[in-house]
């Protein structure tokens, strides 16, 4: 069977596994672009089915936990609204809501019968991104090769979710190789962003940000290498963050690379709110309690008391040299900064140490130190063809196989690059005033409001990150909204030449085609002080969007 042949089946599965009472009357046609109101206008939902998806898990699960709600009748709500966002944005590759159902049910039961919740979330339905195994599942790494790859254990996050009471209805789309900031497989097809179809949803977690977008779950499990969580939420409008990497375990990640641990993945949530932030990376990093030793992290304790001082003070990186972010992030970053110094904090700007495209260099030979012969042979295996876009990246970083020595030296350098970034941030207390270092760095995520589809985005506002392995989270700015009139294009700008990126991003920005695009803010911190970055997050998210989520 030739690949096309594939992946027409495994689509069709999906959809074939929707419950007919689910299927849209008439899926919006092609030239409609906004989709995120198509729950609210199908009529297949009920009021409260609507009312109990657009809740926050954190909402949800105490709900769950005293018995107001059971779980049965959020299981239903949302595998209904996932069924609904699929057929408009394309988000899911497997759907089982007769074996979540049943799953609910016995939690509802365990309730009823012994008072006491199974776990922290207790009875809540959530969608699980294709890269992390399930039992019985595919886990296809969006290769035609893999397509009935179905594997026998769980990855470590599936069970510590599992354990902590989730009940697993789907799984979501990500792409081919999973290097990319868009998602599109020749598998499982193109992923497209719920606001603007002709938009990506972002990559590689671009099914977990358009179905959580579309509120088809409350939150998803994603991953991250080089932006794969931050840009799905950053397309869609989606609180998320990027843990340091050690931290959470990786075990039974689908990945043709195994080998490669110079730049490790991080995994964290994607969601609708600060309070859902704390409470899944809380039980992600707590993952000890549920799975006991797992050898791909280190089981450090939980800080539950974190002190901030009331008035912080925060850098601001608001160019990193490469690509000029384009007019409404700019004018983001401003917004951002005035709202932090109206509400009491400081502000002071922040040069990035070293030149960054030589860093974005490194990093992705670093990612393909066998210049992606796995990821390639992979792909070769299914008789499909390598998409564009990451061909394109391939050639533009001259990625080929390397030396031992070359490992190496990359290696080296990457030491070299975490030795004097974090110079410069210990370096700012001599501008900060308050006798210590900044407390968190503001940073665009990309230098656009999301990006059309096989646009070749610059990942560097994201994979710097990696690289240094700094955690970082994403904020979204609710009130903050393209503008033609404050965000005109600058004709009379020179793009830079150091790289390919600030040119191609500064001519197809029109500032009309993202007018309905979300805006959001990156916020970061040193490694291993994630439970402080969720404080300094929440202190942003109230300044910034006039709240406590």
């Given at each position: 069977m030739d690949w096309e042949s594939i992946a027409a089946t495994c689509q069709a599965n999906v959809l074939k596994a929707i419950p007919q009472k689910w299927h849209l009357p008439s899926p919006p046609d092609a030239s409609v672009t906004d989709v995120t109101g198509v729950p609210r206008s199908c009529g297949l939902l009920t009021d409260r089915q609507l009312a109990l998806t657009e809740q926050t898990a954190d909402a949800l699960v105490k709900q769950l936990q005293s018995g107001e709600l059971t779980s049965v009748e959020l299981t239903e709500a949302f595998c209904a609204r996932a069924a609904i966002a699929h057929q408009c944005v394309n988000c899911l590759t497997d759907y089982f809501a007769e074996e979540a159902m049943q799953r609910a049910a016995e939690l509802d039961a365990i309730l009823k019968t012994t008072g006491k919740p199974v776990g922290p979330l207790h009875g809540l339905p959530i969608a699980i991104k294709e890269q992390l195994m399930m039992k019985g599942k595919a886990a296809t790494f969006a290769a035609v090769a893999w397509h009935d790859n179905i594997v026998d254990i769980d990855a470590s996050l599936v069970t510590v979710l599992q354990t902590a009471g989730a009940v697993p209805f789907a799984r979501t789309t990500m792409p081919q190789t999973g290097m990319m900031l868009q998602t599109v497989s020749n598998l499982w097809g193109r992923t497209l962003n719920p606001f603007h179809r002709g938009f990506s949803a972002g990559g590689s977690s671009g099914g977990d940000g358009a179905l959580v977008g579309m509120h088809g779950s409350p939150f998803c499990p994603s991953t991250d290498i080089g932006g794969s969580i931050r840009a799905p939420a950053t397309c869609n409008g989606l609180y998320a963050i990027r843990p340091s990497s050690e931290r959470i375990p990786k075990g039974g990640l689908t990945t043709s690379a195994p080998g490669q641990i110079s730049i490790k993945v991080a995994c964290g949530p994607t969601c609708h709110s600060t309070a859902d932030l704390r409470l899944v990376t809380k039980i992600l990093l707590e993952h000890y309690k549920y799975i006991g030793y797992d050898p791909t992290c280190v089981p450090f304790p939980w800080k539950e008391a974190v002190f901030l001082p009331p008035k912080l003070c925060f850098g601001v990186l608001r160019d990193d040299g490469v690509v000029r972010p384009q007019p409404p992030i700019r004018r983001s970053l401003d917004e951002t900064v005035q709202a932090l110094t109206a509400a009491g904090h400081d502000v002071i700007e922040f040069e990035p140490p070293m030149d960054l495209w030589e860093v974005a260099r490194t990093t992705w030979k670093l990612y393909f130190q066998t210049?992606?012969?796995?990821?390639?042979?992979?792909?070769?295996?299914?008789?499909?063809?390598?998409?564009?876009?990451?061909?394109?990246?391939?050639?533009?970083?001259?990625?080929?196989?390397?030396?031992?020595?070359?490992?190496?030296?990359?290696?080296?350098?990457?030491?070299?690059?975490?030795?004097?970034?974090?110079?410069?941030?210990?370096?700012?207390?001599d501008k900060t005033g308050t006798g210590r270092p900044m407390d968190a760095l503001v940073s665009p995520c990309m230098p656009s409001a999301g990006f059309p589809h096989e646009f070749p985005v610059w990942w560097g506002y994201f994979s710097l990150w990696n690289i240094l392995d700094y955690p970082s989270t994403i904020v979204p700015l609710r009130a903050f909204k393209v503008d033609a009139a404050k965000d005109p294009r600058d004709a009379d700008y020179t793009p830079r030449t150091n790289a390919p990126f600030d040119k191609m991003s500064h001519e197809i920005y029109d500032p009309e085609l993202w007018k309905n695009q979300p805006v959001c803010v990156q916020i970061v911190k040193q490694p291993y002080q994630d439970e402080d970055l969720l404080s300094v997050t929440e202190v942003v998210d109230d300044v910034v969007n006039g709240r406590k989520a």
């Open positions: 210049g992606a012969k796995e990821s390639q042979a992979l792909v070769a295996a299914g008789n499909e063809p390598l998409t564009e876009n990451f061909s394109w990246y391939l050639a533009l970083y001259e990625i080929k196989e390397l030396t031992t020595a070359e490992v190496y030296e990359l290696n080296t350098q990457q030491g070299v690059i975490r030795k004097q970034f974090n110079q410069a941030w210990l370096a700012t207390k």
